[in-house]
């Protein structure tokens, strides 16, 4: 997660860090938390692409993800998890919630509508 920070997105003729895009629920924190009623939260940060693409949920809790919208444009906000039948549009600025349930152990892949922006939810044991 610590390269992620250090990466740089151009867009408008400007560079602007990785690690600023997320704020305060990006790489410092972690794309995954538990919120204070015991459910998982997943926070995915949607620009012209997505941040974090693979990262580490525990199965067995129930989770939402999250899409945080900042300044999104392009494919990526056509967001879609084929195994679960989820198709979002993700809003430019602000988040989108999917329930994604009490999944098992095992990959969930997600990608844009056209499949060129990808990514992998691992769930591992619950503890």
Known sequence: MG???HRFHHRGGRARSLGRLQGRHGAADGPVRIDASGRQVITLTVTDFYVPTQFTAKAGVPTTLVLRGKDSGGCARAFTIPELG??????RNGDTTVDLGTRTAGALRFSCAMSMQT???FRGDAA
């Open 3 to 5: 390269l992620l920070r």
């Open 86 to 91: 989820v198709q979002e549009m993700v809003k």
């Open 119 to 121: 990514g992998t939810i």
